[in-house]
């Protein structure tokens, strides 16, 4: 039988934040040891329920979502998505403009696909969501790094992203509210971003799903409202505001100015089309999540459940000796610090494998999201109160004594 290889485009693809830690907790499930996986943004293993209504429409909905709908989706979905961006006063959005997707990582990848050539050059945050960074290198293009500053509240570093500025460079990444650190945008990091932006014509990519998970009275500012005159793609969806991941619903929207970008529209018709259309069912639930009860906001709420975890790990975190954190403002993870000197960490893959194998519980290492040093690690606050408890008290205990060889 012939033998085929890995294909030589997934050569410089990285996504190890389901990577080889994760095979090996499966390996340790396999063999019948629990583990507590702090390392997925899924809320509904944490018994975050979907709301009734939406799950509702699901049911309601099966037998006229048997077949395939137009490739950018049903009517009452899109127009759903619309009138949320006339909310928002995002600019120049009409329903033409509205693609759904079988989650945003679908779109994400078609976003990438459809933009760039060889060589052509993407700036992405680091830390970043690794998604960005495995589909820029797999459409042939190079993924350029930001620093995103932990000592400024993880927002990105303007100086730095201007530096990273090339004639190859196509568009600007950025993910606010951010994944993996909770960092929450303010204006006038924003502003900046659409400035660079602006004065070397470079398109706008803007992950947005977790835009209504802020915490502390904090509001949510879409990059395309700033950014009238440049072409912007949002990207968002339903899997972590309704706790429906597994349903796959996210969407993007084109807007601002268009008028030098149609052939690339052009293309995500085409890349769209070559797949049908995203799930139909899912699709129906869009206009009920959008225009209903949004159940989410008495969770980030002082005495909400996301909240009161958010509180709870970001204290326990920073009173272990040799571990700070920035408190996250959105989202529902935290990105801390170790002292690597303290520990003599040499590989953060190893420290997180450590853990597991001590004390079954799965984290992410930093370099999973593209960070450059071996020194920080993401952790997911939606587990019951009682397992971030136990979570924290094995960790103090961990790094009382571990010190890597």
Known sequence: MRKFEKSSKLEHVSYDVRG???????????EGI????????????FGFDAPNEVVRDLIMN???SEGYSTSKGIFSARKAIEQYCQTKNFPNVTINDIYTGNGVSELITMCMQGLLDHGDEVLIPTPDYPLWTASVSLAGGTPVHYICDEQAEWYPDIEDMKKKVTPRT???VII????PTGALYPKEILEQIVEIAREH??????????????MDGLTHIPIATLAPDLFVVTLNGLSKSHRVAGFRCGWMVLSG??????GYIEGLNMLSSMRLCSNVLSQQIIQTALGGYQSIDELLLPGGRIYEQREFIYNALNDIPGITAVKPKAAFYIFPKLDVKKFNIKNDEQFVLDFLHK????LVHGGGFNWHEPDHFRLVYLPQMEDLKLTMSSMREFLATYRQK
């Open 20 to 30: 080889p830690v994760l095979e090996e907790a499966e390996r340790m499930e396999d």
């Open 34 to 45: 629990r583990i507590l996986k702090l390392n997925t943004g899924n809320p509904a293993p």
């Open 62 to 64: 099966v037998r006229s």
């Open 170 to 172: 196509k568009a600007i």
């Open 176 to 179: 606010n509210p951010n994944n």
């Open 201 to 214: 014509q470079l398109i706008i990519y803007s992950d947005e799903i977790y835009d209504r998970l802020v």
């Open 257 to 262: 100015d268009k008028s030098n970008v149609q």
């Open 359 to 362: 004390y079954h519980v799965l």
